[in-house]
């Protein structure tokens, strides 16, 4: 079930013996991508760094406050990219992108932070929700001078409202690009394409904290 606005997210559980932990979005996002690829349910994996630790509360710890009664677990929604036919997940985010200073920039986001830039700051990791915003392909691009001020606003998540950024908040995402662009998921490039589908998949992970 996903998050509703003004409800406590997540249940008091420790992490299981045995199960993993991830310290980055790689080591989540590998981790999840292994549980999708088989027909088992999300086991819970714990979550000691990244961008989802970060939206929590970055509670500190370590591996021990998994294993005590510290810990909390939730489901978290996963972002399923197929991108030129061939399917990848994402836990955080998705980015589509040849340069930040020029041609369409497309970011999709599960959760509101990536790195240091709160690029969604409506967003949340249990909403059932993909929260995209673009620039370049259905209105006109951002000029480099807006582009550089944008980027500066990025880390409050002042960048938004926006009339050259759109933004949308759907269950699926489509587009075509005029040529490939670089992919980039949860921070780490994966490839290019020209063709990219995103849905969200909601409670499609879990994770302990």
Not at 36 to 53: F, K, Q, S
Not at 59 to 68: E, I, N, Q, T
Request: aromatic content about 6%; hydrophobic content about 45%.
């Amino acid at each position: 079930m996903t998050v509703r606005r003004n409800e406590p997210w997540g249940t008091a559980a420790m992490l299981p013996d045995g199960a993993p932990i991830a310290s980055s979005n790689a080591e989540l996002r590998r981790l999840t991508t292994c549980q999708r690829t088989g027909d088992a349910p999300a086991a819970p994996v714990g979550v000691v760094g990244g961008d989802l630790w970060r939206v929590v509360g970055a509670p500190a710890g370590g591996a021990d406050r998994l294993h005590s009664g510290h810990a909390r677990t939730a489901p978290i929604d996963l972002i399923e990219v197929t991108a030129d036919g061939e399917t990848h997940w994402a836990c955080v985010g998705a980015i589509a992108r040849n340069s930040w200073w020029r041609g369409p920039v497309v970011v999709a986001m599960s959760a509101e932070s990536l790195g240091p830039w709160r690029l969604a700051p409506a967003a949340h990791p249990n909403d059932g929700r993909l929260h995209v915003l673009s620039t370049g392909l259905d209105q006109p691009g951002l000029s480099v001078a807006q582009r550089a001020l944008a980027r500066r606003r990025l880390r409050s998540g002042a960048h938004v409202p926006h009339p050259a950024i759109a933004v949308r908040r759907v269950e699926r995402w489509w587009h075509r690009f005029d040529r490939p662009l670089g992919l980039w998921l949860d921070g780490e490039r994966v490839g290019r394409c020209r063709e990219l589908i995103l849905a969200i998949r909601p409670d499609a992970a879990v994770i302990v904290f």
